[in-house]
């Protein structure tokens, strides 16, 4: 068996709130939606996306005017943004503040959702001020569900910090297709087992701190070859080969309580191939929620990627929710899918106690969410933290060929890239060598080592013949290609990885590691027994 660890329980009473309490939210709910104005019932079936970086304030004039339940926070928050988790703190409380304002007038007293895409990994909207968790294929390598929980409760806690209730993670797609160029180190893996103990894991850690997880891409992303922002990607497998291998972990996630999903834009040809997964009754309603005993919110992914464009943003509003959506995330076009909602609730398309029995839920998720105390900001990546972060990206770092203990370089070694394209890590990884007692040199004639950095979406292409060791920073997958006599995987670009990987280089500490994905002619690990 893949894992020969033993998976310590979950303790699933101090991470989830009793049944009890759920209800009670929901009928708080339900009371309230019934007497709510109908734009404001309409307000809370949308989730517009708010740069984190430019126009700050144009979220006072959207709450007012669409009385959206919140928003979904973009861009790309780096070291380049001045004191950036006070500059986030700042921006979540004043959206808050309108947020709750909108709310009472509406009826009710409760924050609005505040969303991020943050996975860590390459899916990671802040990079600076946080803890760095690592990606969800590194933690898998770790081989340790509890290590995994305890992470993402400390990334929550971040997270909740800086202002979020809401985070559009894990993926709890199984990689199974190697040319997948979305999901990749996204997810844990391409055991069905093994993700969906991961993904327990990961809610359990987010949802104990008040952050709502979410399961995507639901039906599974990860057997695909295309990328489903850009066009519909094809799911040819069998209902047979659903439920044994795409289905468990979003199953399981929904069982152990994970309070919101995520509907992708695919063509599962199995169970419906006549409209995208987000557009399909079948899909969203007969199979998450009537099979799968899902009774949370349910999101569509982005209305703006190309799948969801082929109808005007109206009516591809109404078309999702009667599919069995809850919110709308990232409408196009505000004005026209409010139009579209209320234009089809007045026709009878659309009942309004359809929408109402969708607003419960979305004002439930909001009033269980405010019930949570938010962290000061001297929470943010405590000490404690970054040293659990960065030991997590040391045992994840996985040799596939090679020796199992160093050095694993001779003197003098030249580090590098192709291109301009990981020159950051490049150099970071010298500096670490260097400190480590290597010398670097760089003089490529002079090298006794050469050590290639390859990463996401980089090709044959990108790899050194000459290399005596490659590194792979994102999946494993292209070191199949590489003659390099030793092959290193740490599925992962940012700084703690990098340095973990130098760090086993130099012998100053083994590869524990185990690929969570299998690797064409090659073991999931050289060192360790699995």
């Known amino acids: 068996m893949f894992y020969s660890i033993f998976f310590l329980s979950l303790l699933h009473v101090n991470c989830f709130e009793s049944s009890f309490e759920e209800i009670d939210y929901l009928r708080r709910a339900q009371r309230i939606a019934r007497e709510m104005p109908i734009d404001d019932l309409i307000g809370q079936l949308l989730m517009p996306v708010h740069s984190m970086l430019n126009k700050p304030e144009t979220f006072q004039e959207t709450f007012r005017k669409y009385r959206v339940c919140g928003f979904i926070l973009d861009g790309s928050v780096t070291d380049k943004v001045k004191n950036a988790p006070e500059y986030l703190r700042d921006l979540t409380d004043r959206m808050k503040k309108v947020g709750r304002e909108v709310a009472r007038e509406a009826g009710f007293d409760a924050d609005p959702l505040l969303s991020v895409d943050q996975e860590f990994g390459v899916v990671a909207r802040v990079r600076t001020g946080l803890m760095g968790l690592p990606s969800a294929m590194a933690l898998a390598a770790v081989r340790n569900y509890d290590y995994v929980q305890r992470g993402w409760k400390y990334a929550a806690e971040d997270l909740a910090a800086l202002g979020f209730n809401m985070d559009f993670a894990p993926s709890a797609d199984v990689q199974t297709n190697y040319k997948n160029p979305v ?4 997810s844990f893996g ?206 994840a770092v996985t040799v596939l060929r090679g020796r199992c203990s160093g050095p694993l370089v001779t003197n003098p070694v030249f580090v590098s890239c192709s291109g301009n394209s990981y020159t950051t890590q490049v150099q970071l990884m010298k500096e670490r060598l260097s400190k480590n007692g290597i010398r670097v040199t760089d003089n490529r004639a002079e090298a006794k080592s050469i050590v290639r950095l390859v990463g996401y979406h980089q090709t044959k292409e990108d790899l050194d013949e000459q290399a005596s060791v490659t590194v792979a920073l994102d999946t494993p997958y292209i070191l199949s290609e590489s003659n390099s006599p030793t092959l290193i995987a740490v599925y992962n670009s940012w700084d703690d990885a990098v340095l973990a990987v130098a760090d086993v280089l130099s012998g100053k500490e083994k590869a524990e590691g185990v690929s969570p994905v299998e690797v064409e002619g090659l073991p999931r690990s050289a060192c360790v027994r699995y």
């Open 183 to 186: 999901i990749g180190s996204r």
């Open 190 to 395: 391409d055991l069905p087992t093994n993700v969906t103990n991961n993904v327990i894991a990961s809610i359990s850690g987010m949802q104990s701190m008040g952050i709502a997880a979410t399961v995507k891409h639901f039906p599974g992303h990860g057997n695909t070859s295309t990328d489903s922002h850009k066009s519909l990607p094809l799911l040819q497998q069998s209902i047979e080969e659903l439920q044994k291998t795409d289905l468990p972990p979003f199953k399981r996630g929904i069982a152990e309580g994970t309070w919101t999903a995520m509907v992708g834009h695919l063509n599962v040809t199995a169970i419906d191939d006549s409209v995208p997964s987000s557009f399909s009754s079948k899909i969203v309603t007969d199979l998450l929620k009537k099979q799968l005993h899902f009774n949370g919110v349910v999101f569509t992914d982005s209305m703006a990627m190309e799948p969801a464009l082929q109808w005007d943003a109206g009516e591809a509003a109404v078309r999702a929710l009667l599919a069995g959506n809850d919110v709308l995330l990232m409408p196009p076009d505000l004005e026209k899918a409010t139009k579209g909602i209320k234009e089809a609730i007045e026709s009878g398309r659309l009942s309004k106690n359809l929408v109402t029995e969708k607003a419960s839920k979305i004002i439930s998720l909001r009033l269980r969410l405010s019930s949570y105390k938010q962290p000061d900001l001297s929470k943010l990546n405590t000490q404690e933290k970054k040293s659990f972060a960065k030991w997590l990206q040391k045992r």
